[in-house]
């Protein structure tokens, strides 16, 4: 390997027309399934290009090669004139500029900002950093990128859009020219969402080359000057922003014309509200207090889908642990199916057919250590152990009926369930629960990471258990969402629950002002 002069000495020279990134013929086969196939385009300089595919279109694993994350299994990619021939993060940041944020941040939780933007690159001496250079160097450089982020405050203290931020800033400490996002805004709210556009906003400013996956299409067209979209692997299509509407774009990830979601309200709208006013609720919740949340009434019947909107910090996802029996609470009641339900636990919740999707699908929902099967299949192993042995392939075999309910796309039953893209892992979530029968189930974020055709099938899903009686609460940051899905809707701010609306009344406006405690302006005439 020949060293190559800085990055910054061979802009202008043998690449200074190139791309910036060049995607020739790639591909990458995992045993059997081939993630990408003979993949080519170009990525321009200074430019955004979103990256969108249904999930396990091969998204990530692009972006994993590009990165270095992982090496392609044939073709090329070219940066900035240069053929990669090394595929690992440190080269492709220090020789060809390229740098990702992943889902997953790797930050030092306990050191500074300054020290996490700087580690390895401190100004001065290396053994025995000076403190206030580096310092200097990181108010310079947040500076620079117009964030304003205490440099001395240790990264833990940070929310986590903050820190992703502190990510960028890293990366671009370190001369990076491309710069990677791998669904960047999958956790974050529509206000720190807006932080990082103006990030980005800034970065392309001075000329970085961004490229970028999200499933959300207002956000992409918001961004975006080139959209490339892969399906099962392959290159299917690529415009320029304006050439393509969102519904043409939706169209090519998923291979065919999406029709308009219809709403919940639209679909049965008497038939829904006068069932819930004649059925005993499912879930009755009197004063339930707990970490985050106070004095919290709530109730859902068989057959509805209530929502629950809220800040992030509104204490809606503490409420939904507390419910389950995750987290203790301090006061107050809840009755299931008619019965107190008290000392409640993760395990007698699924004694009682009282189901629970987290929202933080890796810390909480997955087994990371296991196959596909073991983890849609783990809620039956009770009911299919005789004598202290698992029917082995009764257990299979249910596995691959619930899993088939989600379509749930996965290679085999066997695959560890890490292998799977992000928005499968959490469509195998959802159909664990389905082998409880569950009375009651509680959903946060149901389709966080999700694609849209893949949103679409959930949503015809949890239709379909309110139609069979089941009663289901489901949590969301994604207004319109709670919009389609629900029929009535409770907003939680600061901890308590501020309004509860039909969703035929409300409104993504009349949402947000109650969850933010904002005035309304009387319209002017
Ligand atoms: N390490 C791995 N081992 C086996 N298969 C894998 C591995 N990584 C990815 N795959 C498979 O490759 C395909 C593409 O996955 P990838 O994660 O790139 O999809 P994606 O487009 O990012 O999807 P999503 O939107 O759901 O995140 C999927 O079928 C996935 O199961």
New binding site residues.
């Given amino acids: 390997m020949t060293a190559l002069p800085p990055l910054a000495e061979r802009a202008g020279t043998a690449g200074a027309t190139a791309p910036a990134i060049r995607i020739e013929h790639l591909s990458r086969s995992?045993?059997p399934?081939r993630?990408?196939e003979d993949v080519s385009f170009d990525v321009t300089r200074g430019e955004v290009t979103a990256l969108l595919?249904?999930?396990?279109?091969?998204?990530?694993?692009?972006l994993?090669i590009l990165a270095g994350l992982q090496p392609p299994s044939g073709g090329s990619v070219t940066a900035f004139g240069d053929a990669v021939d090394s595929y690992d993060p440190n080269t492709m940041l220090t020789r060809y500029g390229i740098a990702i944020v992943p889902q997953e941040l790797s930050l030092l939780p306990d050191r500074s900002v300054a020290k996490n933007i700087l580690a390895g690159i401190e100004p001065g001496n290396r053994l025995f950093p000076s403190r206030r250079r580096m310092i200097e160097r990181a108010v310079e450089l947040l500076g620079e990128l117009d964030l304003r982020v205490d440099p001395d405050a240790p990264v833990r203290t940070l929310d986590l859009a903050t820190q992703q931020l502190v990510v960028v800033a890293r990366s671009i400490a370190r001369d990076c020219r491309v710069l990677i996002l791998d669904?960047p805004t999958a956790m974050l709210t529509p206000a720190e969402s807006d932080r990082l556009f103006a990030l980005m906003a800034t970065l392309k400013a001075k000329g970085t080359t961004m490229v970028y996956?999200s499933?959300r299409m207002p956000e992409v067209f918001q961004l975006a000057d080139r959209i490339e979209v892969?399906r099962d692997?392959r290159h299917v299509a690529s415009w320029r922003r304006e050439e393509v509407t969102p519904e043409q774009a939706v169209a090519a990830m998923v291979g065919r014309e999406l029709g308009r979601f219809t709403s919940r309200a639209e679909l049965s709208p008497a038939a829904t509200a006068a069932d819930g006013r004649r059925a005993a609720p499912a879930l009755r919740v009197s004063g339930l207090s707990g970490r985050r949340h106070h004095g919290v009434d709530l109730e859902v019947r068989p057959g509805e889908i209530l929502g629950i909107a809220g800040l992030p910090d509104s204490g809606r996802v503490e409420l939904l642990h507390n419910l389950f029996g995750g987290d203790k609470g301090t006061g107050g009641t809840v009755e299931l199916l008619g019965a107190p339900y008290e000392n409640r636990s993760t395990i007698a919740s699924v004694d009682r057919r009282l189901g629970f999707v987290p929202g933080e699908r890796r810390a909480q929902g997955l087994l990371t250590t296991m196959s596909v099967a073991e983890n849609v299949g783990v809620l039956t192993v009770k009911a299919l152990t005789r004598a202290g042995l698992v029917r082995r392939s009764a257990f299979e075999k249910n596995a691959a009926t619930l899993a088939q309910g989600f379509r749930v796309?996965?290679?085999s039953m066997d695959?560890?369930i890490?292998?799977?893209?992000?928005?499968?892992?959490q469509k195998a979530m959802l159909a664990r629960w389905i082998a409880i029968d569950p009375a009651v189930l509680i959903l946060d974020e149901p389709t966080r990471?999700?694609?849209v055709g893949a949103k679409a099938e959930i949503y015809e899903q949890l239709f379909a258990l309110a139609d069979r009686g089941v009663a289901i609460i489901c949590s969301s940051s994604d207004l319109p969402e709670l919009l389609t899905v629900t029929d009535r809707i409770a907003v939680m701010a600061e901890g308590r629950v501020v309004d509860v609306v039909p969703t035929r009344a409300a409104t993504e406006e009349s949402i947000m002002t109650a969850a933010t405690g904002a005035v309304t302006h009387p319209a002017t005439a």
């Avoid at 595919?53 to 692009?62: I, P, V």
């Avoid at 890490?418 to 892992?425: D, H, K």
């Fill in positions: 995992f045993g399934v993630a990408l595919g249904e999930n396990g279109a091969g998204k990530s694993t692009l994993k669904e996956v499933h892969l692997g796309k996965t290679a695959q560890p890490t292998n799977l893209s992000g928005g499968n892992q990471g999700v694609d």
